[in-house]
């Protein structure tokens, strides 16, 4: 668990009030992944990349780490009702499209691919969980 006062505020810009996604990948590559399995990291902070306002999440391209952050997952964030679905399904497929990062997909155009771009809840509420069959087939899944 990434909890060291240092790494926080190295990783933290006070200005944003929010996590550069960029460098907490890195830390937690650096600290704690395995050359042998894939590595994810779940957070509750909001994250954000110098060149966007917020990401929910991010991985190496082919790499061995990833994370995602709740924080802007659930409705409550945005002035609407609690649907605790709606969070455990956004998480699911936020988790999904970031591991298939970390395997070498990249962003889909199929729809409703779980590896299609997500700048919004919205985007991720219309794609599903799955892969689209382009996607499936250079996982070389069936």
């Known amino acids: 668990m990434i909890t060291s006062t240092s790494v926080r505020s190295a990783i933290q810009d006070p200005a944003r009030r929010?996590?550069?996604?960029?460098?907490?990948?890195?830390?937690?590559?650096?600290?704690?992944?395995?050359e042998f399995i894939k590595t994810f990291g779940l957070f509750y902070v909001?994250?954000?990349?110098?060149i966007l306002t917020h990401i929910f999440g991010q991985a190496f391209l082919g790499g061995r780490t990833a994370i995602a952050s709740i924080y802007r997952l659930s409705n409550e964030r945005y002035g609407l009702k609690e649907i605790?679905?709606?969070?455990?399904?956004?998480l699911t497929k936020e988790v999904i499209h970031e591991l298939g990062h970390t395997f070498g997909l990249i962003h889909c155009h199929?729809?409703?691919c779980v590896m299609g771009s997500s700048t919004y809840v919205e985007d991720i509420d219309q794609k599903s969980s799955n892969f689209c069959n382009k996607c499936r087939a250079e996982l070389g899944l069936p």
């Open 84 to 90: 605790n679905n709606y969070l455990i399904t956004r």
């Open 18 to 34: 929010q996590y550069n996604g960029n460098l907490l990948l890195k830390e937690l590559d650096t600290q704690y992944a395995s």
């Open 110 to 112: 199929v729809p409703t």
């Open 46 to 50: 909001d994250l954000f990349i110098p």
